[in-house]
C-alpha cells in the first residue's frame, strides 16, 4: 500500500537540505552579502564543531576497544548461562550478488571463529536467483565446507521477477528475512527450541569480518536489558574499512581511513545517536516489527 506522506518527507528531506543549502548561499552571495557572510561563519563554526567532536570522541573509542580486546567475553557468558540466563540464538543474513566464493569464505570463516557458532549461530547465505547455477554451486561449495562450524546454514534466492525489485543488498536481505521468518523461525518457535525473544538478526555485508567475541559479546548485553526495552535494541560495532586496504588506490585508502574515524567517533559520541549501517545486530522483533 501507499506508506504515506511522512516515509516520503524523510527520503527527500537530505537532498533538499543539502542543495537547499548550496542554493541558499548562492542567492545570498550575489544579493545579500550580510546573509551569506553569517551563513558561511554558521557553516565554518559545524564543520570545525563536527571536527572536533568526531576527533575526540574517535580518541575515546580506540581507548574503548583497546580495553574490550584485552576482555575474556566467553568466561562470563558461560557463567552466566550456568546461572540460568536465556541463551540467545545469532541469526546472520549475509546477502550477496555475484561474490567471489573466497570472500564469503573469508566471512564465514570469521563467523565461525565465534564460541557460539555451533551452538546457537544460524548463517543465511542470501543468494540472488538472477545470478543462475553459479549461486547454487557457490551455495553448496560453502554449506560442504562450513555446515558442521555452525548450528545451521539457510540457503535463500531472492526472485529476479519481482517488480520493481532490483539485485541488490536492501531488497536481498527482506526476502531472506521472509524466508527464514516463515521456513526456520516460526518451526523452532511452535516446535518449542527457541522463542522470538531469544533470537538476534545480524544483517552483514558479504566481506565483513567480524571479531570472533562480538556475538558472544552481544548476548551477554542482551541478557542484562530488560525484555521491554531489548526489542527495541540494535548493535554495531566500530567499522573498519580495513581489509583491502593495501590494495586500493591511495584516493580510497585515505577515505577509507577517514570513514573508520568518523564511525568510531560516532559511536563514542555523546551527542545524538549513531545510525547503524553496513553490518549491525538488531533483535527479531524490532526486524519483525519493521
Known amino acids: 500500500g501507499n506508506p504515506g506522506v511522512l516515509p516520503l518527507l524523510c527520503r527527500i528531506f537530505p537532498a533538499v537540505n543539502m542543495y537547499g543549502c548550496l542554493c541558499l548561499l548562492f542567492y545570498t552571495r550575489i544579493y545579500h552579502i550580510q546573509t551569506f557572510s553569517w551563513l558561511v561563519t554558521f557553516y565554518c563554526a559545524q564543520m570545525w564543531w563536527w571536527l572536533f567532536k568526531t576527533s575526540f570522541f574517535s580518541l575515546i573509542g580506540v581507548v574503548t576497544v583497546r580495553k574490550w580486546l584485552r576482555r575474556d567475553w566467553v568466561k562470563p557468558y558461560r557463567k552466566a548461562i550456568t546461572e540460568g540466563a536465556?541463551?540467545?540464538?545469532?541469526?546472520?543474513?549475509?546477502?550477496?550478488?555475484?561474490?567471489?566464493?573466497?570472500?564469503?569464505?573469508?566471512?564465514?570463516?570469521?563467523?565461525?571463529?565465534?564460541?557460539?557458532?555451533?551452538?546457537?549461530?544460524?548463517?543465511?547465505?542470501?543468494?540472488?536467483?538472477?545470478?543462475?547455477?553459479?549461486?547454487?554451486?557457490?551455495?553448496?561449495?560453502?554449506?560442504?565446507?562450513?555446515?558442521?562450524?555452525?548450528?545451521?546454514?539457510?540457503?535463500?534466492?531472492?526472485?529476479?521477477?519481482?517488480?520493481?525489485?532490483?539485485?541488490?543488498?536492501?531488497?536481498?536481505?527482506?526476502?531472506?528475512?521472509?524466508?527464514?521468518?516463515?521456513?526456520?523461525?516460526?518451526?523452532?518457535?511452535?516446535?518449542?527450541?527457541?522463542?522470538?525473544?531469544?533470537?538476534?538478526?545480524?544483517?552483514?555485508?558479504?566481506?565483513?569480518?567480524?571479531?570472533?567475541?562480538?556475538?558472544?559479546?552481544?548476548?551477554?548485553?542482551?541478557?542484562?536489558v530488560p525484555e521491554e526495552r531489548l526489542r527495541w535494541r540494535l548493535w554495531q560495532g566500530p567499522i573498519w574499512l580495513l581489509r583491502n586496504y593495501f590494495t586500493v588506490p591511495a584516493p580510497t585508502r585515505l577515505t577509507g581511513y577517514t570513514t573508520s574515524v568518523a564511525e568510531l567517533g560516532g559511536l563514542r559520541s555523546w551527542f545524538g545517536y549513531h545510525i547503524t549501517f553496513s553490518s549491525y545486530s538488531m533483535h527479531y522483533l524490532l526486524a519483525e516489527e519493521v
Open 86 to 224: 536465556t541463551p540467545f540464538c545469532h541469526i546472520v543474513i549475509l546477502p550477496n550478488y555475484k561474490e567471489e566464493v573466497t570472500v564469503l569464505a573469508d566471512t564465514l570463516s570469521a563467523l565461525a571463529a565465534s564460541d557460539l557458532a555451533r551452538e546457537c549461530m544460524v548463517v543465511v547465505l542470501a543468494m540472488e536467483d538472477r545470478e543462475g547455477q553459479t549461486a547454487r554451486e557457490k551455495a553448496a561449495a560453502l554449506r560442504e565446507r562450513y555446515e558442521s562450524k555452525f548450528l545451521e546454514i539457510v540457503e535463500t534466492y531472492h526472485p529476479a521477477n519481482i517488480r520493481g525489485e532490483e539485485a541488490g543488498k536492501s531488497s536481498n536481505t527482506q526476502w531472506a528475512f521472509r524466508c527464514v521468518q516463515s521456513n526456520w523461525v516460526t518451526p523452532k518457535v511452535q516446535a518449542k527450541q527457541w522463542t522470538k525473544a531469544q533470537i538476534i538478526i545480524t544483517i552483514s555485508d558479504a566481506d565483513s569480518v567480524f571479531h570472533p567475541a562480538y556475538f558472544t559479546a552481544i548476548s551477554l548485553d542482551a541478557m542484562k
